[in-house]
């Protein structure tokens, strides 16, 4: 049996991404996250957050431009500490080592850049994501934050 | 039983595809008259360019193109082409006309860039064509190699595709 990677793929940015499933910690319904809002634009209550100082848009931190149209569905907690919210979750698949590429030297945007190759599906393409490569590293949630229910993604096998 | 007069060779016909992969579009095989060039003509916002035919290793139809971040404007992304990820260049603006809109018609033409292939779209197709040497432009620095005038008077502009391409060269 061929040599194959276990990859979560997350929607950010209207596209499809895939990221090594080890370097997923859990995964929180954007509801169940609280949220800190900066005090001049609250209009009515609303929860505190504790996802972290900053917000951690996957689509930002990939170097997409902001869009407001798109809203979280979930937050992404990586094993390196790092959260990170995305617009949709896909499935986990294994896929055969023959359907990854390296990404091309142009398309390589310079150091730092958390691509590091493509998987070849159907007719399209699909960017692979390394988490630890991303951005700067929100804080935790607390331990006081009430006891947030996973979703556990399903698994396919291709 | 069907017996055919030759067998049939694959390994010959793999070795022609092999051929035709590694060089240019093996169209036409006549050698071009002296002081001749043979050109494969596209269209850009009804304007006619060439690149020389050799420079050209094949002419595929655009498939979805996949958004990398933080690239130069010119460079759409990537598409997955028989499953080489290949980059895609819409160099419209190098010759000042607005970036390509899509449309039924459109190519990609692939080209060599150093040790890559590379698509860049094209409005349309057009024929490919025998041109004189093209009359140099004084703007050595232009990605235009020069201007040749067909016999039904269609002015051609032939792109330094080496020239335009190098403005993109990998960090």
Redo the contacts between chains.
């Keep these: 049996m061929s040599e194959a990677v276990e990859l979560l793929f997350v929607k950010a940015a209207g596209q499809t991404f895939g990221i090594p499933v080890e370097q997923v910690e859990r995964l929180v319904p954007i509801e169940q996250v609280e949220r800190l809002v900066p005090i001049e634009q609250v209009e009515r209550p609303v929860p505190i957050e504790r996802l972290g100082a900053k917000q951690g848009a996957l689509a930002a931190g990939l170097g997409f431009a902001p869009d407001t149209g798109r809203r979280a569905s979930h937050a992404l907690w990586s094993r390196g500490g790092t959260a990170w919210e995305i617009e949709g979750l896909g499935d986990i698949e294994i896929l055969p080592l023959e359907t990854l590429r390296r990404l091309p030297a142009l398309l390589r945007p310079g150091a730092g850049s958390a691509f590091w190759g493509a998987a070849v599906a159907g007719e399209g393409l699909i960017l692979l994501v390394d988490l630890d490569r991303l951005g700067s590293t929100p804080e935790s949630p607390t331990k006081d934050t009430p006891k947030k229910r996973t979703k556990k993604p399903k698994r396919s096998k291709t | 039983m069907i017996r055919f007069s030759m067998p049939f060779d694959s390994e010959k016909l793999l070795s022609k595809a092999e051929s035709a992969a590694a060089g240019g579009l093996s169209a036409d095989q006549r050698t071009p008259s002296p002081g001749t060039s043979t050109v494969l003509t596209f269209y850009w916002d009804g304007e006619l360019y060439g690149l020389p035919i050799g420079e050209v290793r094949e002419i595929s139809k655009i498939?979805?193109i996949?958004?990398?971040?933080?690239?130069p404007a010119a460079?759409l992304?990537?598409?997955?082409l028989r499953?080489?990820?290949?980059?895609i260049f819409d160099l419209r603006p190098l010759v000042g006309l607005d970036p390509a809109r899509p449309s039924p018609a459109a190519r990609l033409l692939v080209v060599a860039?150093h040790a890559?292939r590379?698509g860049v779209l094209v409005d349309s197709i057009g024929d490919i064509n025998e041109v004189a040497a093209p009359e140099r432009l004084a703007n050595a620095a232009d990605v235009i190699l020069g201007r040749s005038v067909l016999p039904d008077g269609t002015l051609l502009n032939l792109l330094d595709i080496r020239r335009a391409l190098a403005t993109?060269n990998?960090?």
Excluded: D, I
Aim: no cysteine.
């Design positions: 498939g979805s996949t958004p990398v971040p933080g690239l460079l992304g990537a598409m997955n499953g080489e990820v290949l980059p860039h890559e590379v993109f990998a960090t």
